[in-house]
């Protein structure tokens, strides 16, 4: 072979090599850059609720997570059984079934519900799903419904208020993202926002089936005993009774909400125990109650009662 041919035949190789060398080079590229316009990096919390980048597009596409290349996000969880958390600053809001916070929009409308929260909004705060979301005993159940979502997705709403969590908030009864911008706040059972009415040492809140009942600092409702008396004063629960009813504490005057001050004194117990008394009726609290706007203690054995705000026991039975 001559050596014109053999130079000839050598350059050519080479060409071909670079030519495969820049193929794989671009298909890695096009491969990276997809990822990268597609698929939400890790970090800033976004992948605790699974959600995908906004794709930079705007709108209500963001909750998909991009169209083309990487892998299609997860699902948002579900809400499951919502519950109230008795914040000491917000008093009850309302939380997932893991604990985690629920917010509202003032950008977003109630009636009738919109979100106006999409693309890198919706990923900072991800949309509660509808699907799989009850009501616990303080909230009513007719309070909760859905919204569509431009991209067709159901979202929970609560007093028609589209709900959201907030990708800062990492622990159970986290409320980071409450103020934020000005915008977002805590919900509370009837989908205002919490923290309206700061909470006291004995308050008054607004139950599903019972109506305004009375609830001590912890958001815990109160009781009254047929047993007790108010005057002459006498106490009917005593020994083992105390160990599922528990005294409420004494209350500050200057710490209530939605009550008449005058209704509230304190009583001394026979072994020196100073209790909450409401219209001179000792209270308490039941052990058997876990969350705000919990009742199980209501009609128990016929002789516990939940308290009104005016002091009068409630006897309506759930």
Same mark, same amino acid.
């Given at each position: 072979?001559?050596?014109?041919?053999?130079? &000839?035949?050598? /350059?050519?190789?080479?060409?071909?090599? /670079?030519?495969?060398?820049?193929?794989?080079?671009?298909? #890695?590229?096009?491969?990276?850059? %997809?990822?990268?316009?597609? +698929?939400?990096?890790?970090?800033?919390?976004?992948?605790?609720?699974?959600? &995908?980048?906004?794709?930079?597009?705007?709108?209500?596409?963001?909750?998909?997570?991009?169209?083309?290349? &990487?892998?299609?996000?997860?699902?948002?969880?579900?809400?499951?059984?919502?519950?109230?958390?008795?914040?000491?600053?917000?008093?009850?809001?309302?939380?997932?079934?893991?604990?985690?916070?629920?917010?509202?929009?003032? @950008?977003?409308?109630?009636?009738?519900?919109? *979100?106006?929260?999409?693309?890198?909004?919706?990923?900072?705060?991800? +949309?509660?799903?509808?699907?799989?979301?009850?009501?616990?005993?303080?909230?009513?159940? *007719?309070?909760? &419904?859905?919204?569509?979502?431009?991209?067709?997705?159901?979202?929970?709403?609560?007093?028609?208020?589209?709900?959201?969590?907030?990708?800062?908030?990492? #622990?159970?009864?986290?409320? @980071?993202?409450?103020?934020?911008?000005?915008?977002?706040?805590?919900?509370?059972?009837?989908?205002?926002?919490?923290? %309206?009415?700061?909470?006291?040492?004995? *308050? +008054?809140?607004?139950?599903?089936?019972?109506?305004?009942?009375?609830?001590?600092? #912890?958001?815990?409702?109160?009781?009254?005993?047929?047993?007790?008396? =108010?005057?002459?004063?006498?106490?009917?629960?005593?020994?083992?009774?105390?160990?599922?009813?528990?005294? =409420?504490?004494? =209350?500050?005057?200057?710490?209530?909400?939605?009550?008449?001050?005058?209704?509230? *004194?304190?009583?001394?117990?026979?072994?020196?125990?100073?209790?909450?008394?409401?219209?001179?009726?000792?209270?308490?609290?039941?052990?058997?109650?876990?969350?705000?706007?919990?009742?199980?203690?209501?009609?128990?054995?016929?002789?516990?009662?939940?308290?009104?705000?005016?002091?009068?026991?409630?006897?309506?039975?759930?």
């Amino acid at each position: 072979m001559s050596t014109r041919r053999r130079a &000839g035949l050598a /350059a050519a190789a080479v060409a071909t090599l /670079a030519l495969t060398a820049a193929c794989g080079s671009s298909t #890695e590229q096009s491969a990276g850059t %997809a990822t990268t316009d597609h +698929v939400q990096p890790a970090g800033q919390g976004t992948s605790d609720y699974g959600y &995908g980048s906004s794709g930079g597009a705007g709108g209500a596409g963001g909750q998909a997570g991009g169209d083309t290349g &990487g892998n299609a996000p997860q699902a948002a969880p579900s809400a499951g059984k919502l519950a109230l958390h008795q914040d000491t600053e917000l008093g009850p809001v309302v939380t997932d079934a893991k604990g985690m916070t629920l917010y509202r929009f003032d @950008k977003d409308t109630a009636d009738p519900s919109k *979100s106006n929260c999409s693309g890198s909004c919706a990923t900072t705060w991800p +949309v509660v799903p509808a699907d799989g979301a009850t009501a616990p005993a303080g909230i009513d159940k *007719s309070k909760l &419904g859905s919204v569509t979502r431009a991209d067709g997705t159901k979202q929970l709403t609560i007093g028609g208020w589209p709900a959201y969590r907030y990708v800062k908030d990492t #622990e159970p009864g986290d409320t @980071k993202g409450q103020g934020v911008g000005g915008t977002w706040n805590a919900l509370d059972a009837d989908g205002k926002k919490a923290g %309206a009415q700061k909470p006291g040492d004995v *308050s +008054v809140f607004d139950h599903p089936q019972l109506g305004s009942i009375l609830v001590d600092g #912890e958001g815990r409702t109160l009781y009254r005993f047929n047993k007790d008396s =108010a005057w002459p004063m006498k106490f009917g629960c005593n020994d083992a009774c105390l160990d599922t009813w528990k005294p =409420a504490k004494p =209350a500050d005057r200057s710490k209530l909400n939605g009550i008449a001050p005058k209704l509230i *004194s304190t009583v001394t117990r026979p072994d020196g125990t100073r209790q909450l008394a409401v219209d001179c009726w000792p209270v308490y609290w039941f052990t058997g109650d876990k969350e705000p706007g919990d009742i199980n203690g209501q009609g128990k054995m016929g002789l516990w009662f939940a308290v009104s705000k005016e002091g009068k026991k409630i006897t309506t039975t759930p």
